[in-house]
């Protein structure tokens, strides 16, 4: 009985999967249309007959109808493959070191060395950046003294910090007592790639994600 059961359940999956293939399906709508037309020719009036312009039209109505859903089948194909070639280029990122916008500091234990980055607006006649612990408190700075506009690298002696939590950094700028504005970036991994709604997602190593355009450098 379960058998039986299993294999009409089935049967009317199939029957509901084909009924939707044929109400989206080009050739089906245009078989439709021509049996339609058919039948309207065959019960026109002898006295009225129907007029060959408006027949015209209807044919070339159901022809750009036809023409538009190929076209959308094609757009999806060509969507579903460029798709599928844009994971397969991401996958080559998996396991390659990027700096992405943030202000979190890449801790080598082994080197008792935090690493960081920072993009700068402008020239500063004085350029610090303080290390932070997680509530806050500074642990440590990093002095880079005068420095023009561009993008750096910096790293603090952590052989002294004895906590194991992330540790955050933050850039202290001035240039003639106005502050110059900065962004901080954080040195990461990507661990995995995915698709999302037809973007590329990038897996980092802490737990956040970001795309192709949220990558600032490949290190």
């Known amino acids: 009985m379960i058998s039986n059961v299993t294999s009409s359940t089935a049967t009317g999956g199939t ?9 989206t399906d080009p050739a089906a709508a245009q078989d439709r ?14 006295m009225n007959p129907l007029d060959n312009a408006q027949m015209t ?23 579903g493959q460029f798709a599928a070639q ?26 008792h060395q935090a690493t960081g980055a920072f993009d700068l607006a402008g020239s500063a006649a004085s350029v610090k950046v303080q290390v ?6 500074e642990v440590g700075t990093v002095d880079m003294g005068a420095l023009p506009a ?5 790293a603090w002696n952590a052989s ?4 194991d939590s992330a540790l955050r950094f933050k850039v202290l700028t001035a240039n003639d007592k106005a502050t110059m504005g900065s962004t901080a970036l954080s040195v990461d991994n990507i661990v995995a790639v995915s ?8 897996q980092l190593s802490r737990g956040g994600m970001t795309t192709q355009s949220g990558i600032k450098a490949i290190l």
């Not at 339609?36 to 002898?46: K, M």
């Not at 932070?132 to 408190?137: E, M, N």
Request: hydrophobic share 35%.
């Open 15 to 23: 029957s509901a999967s084909a009924k939707t293939d044929s109400s």
């Open 132 to 137: 932070l612990d997680p509530t806050g408190k």
């Open 33 to 46: 249309f021509l049996k339609l037309l058919v039948a309207q020719l065959n019960n026109q009036d002898p």
């Open 57 to 79: 039209s209807q044919i070339a109505q159901i022809n750009t109808v036809t023409g538009i859903q190929q076209l959308n089948e094609t757009v999806k194909g060509l969507a």
């Open 195 to 202: 698709m999302d709604n037809g973007s590329l997602q990038m």
């Open 150 to 154: 561009g993008s750096y690298n910096f």
């Open 160 to 163: 002294q910090y004895q906590g």
């Open 86 to 111: 844009q994971l397969m280029q991401g996958s080559a990122m998996v396991g390659r070191q990027v700096l992405v916008e943030g202000n979190s500091l890449a801790l080598d234990s082994e080197a």
